[in-house]
């Protein structure tokens, strides 16, 4: 509080800072635009030359890079998974924790990758706030989760 005249600061900081006056963008290109703006604000060179980005031949070489290590490591996960789960014969200790991996690995291959692929490509998110922080708390978790998991089996030898 401001002891002068009883006003809060965040008041004070709004009277002297305003928001835009302008309209509030609703729709996905209204983003785009606002994004291209902001970032076009912080540099003024191109990242690549002949398009604001990369070119289009580097996006499709990302784009089926991750498609392989998606799904590879999806389907090399599962079938760990449905090893261990079908052999009796091999359910022991270290193979749970092996197996708490190849979930992780498999949620990672799953949620993860996806996520992070479409970022890469696109540098904007149109899915709003709310999965914005899901799907950035899931890939919080299947990290952690991995890493949990590789320790896990650390210890136990």
């Given at each position: 509080?401001?002891?002068e005249?009883?006003t809060?600061?965040?008041?004070?900081?709004?009277?002297?800072?305003?928001r835009?006056?302008g309209?509030?963008?609703?729709?996905?290109?209204?983003l785009?635009?606002?994004?291209k703006?902001?970032?076009?604000?912080?540099?003024?060179e191109e990242?690549?030359p002949?398009?604001?980005y990369?070119?289009?031949?580097?996006?499709?070489?990302?784009?089926?890079?991750?498609a392989?290590?998606?799904?590879?490591?999806?389907?090399?996960?599962m079938?760990?998974?449905?090893s261990?789960?079908?052999?009796p014969?091999?359910?022991?200790?270290?193979?749970?924790f092996?197996?708490?991996?190849a979930?992780?690995?498999f949620?990672?291959c799953?949620?993860?990758?996806?996520?992070?692929?479409?970022?890469?490509?696109h540098?904007?998110?149109?899915?709003?706030?709310?999965?914005c922080?899901?799907?950035g708390?899931?890939?919080?978790f299947?990290v952690?989760?991995?890493?949990?998991?590789?320790?896990a089996?650390?210890?136990d030898?």
């Open positions: 509080m401001d002891s005249n009883g809060s600061l965040s008041e004070v900081a709004a009277s002297r800072y305003p835009s006056s309209p509030r963008p609703t729709s996905c290109s209204d785009r635009l606002l994004f703006k902001i970032n076009n604000f912080f540099r003024d990242i690549l002949s398009t604001e990369s070119t289009p031949e580097l996006g499709y070489i990302i784009t089926m890079a991750y392989i290590v998606i799904i590879v490591g999806a389907i090399g996960n079938l760990t998974v449905i261990v789960v079908r052999n014969q091999m359910r022991t200790t270290r193979n749970f092996i197996v708490n991996l979930l992780s690995d949620l990672i799953t949620i993860t990758a996806p996520t992070t692929l479409y970022t890469v490509l540098m904007f998110w149109p899915f709003g706030s709310g999965l922080k899901i799907a708390s899931l890939q919080g299947n952690f989760l991995s890493t949990f998991s590789i320790t089996i650390a210890l030898r």
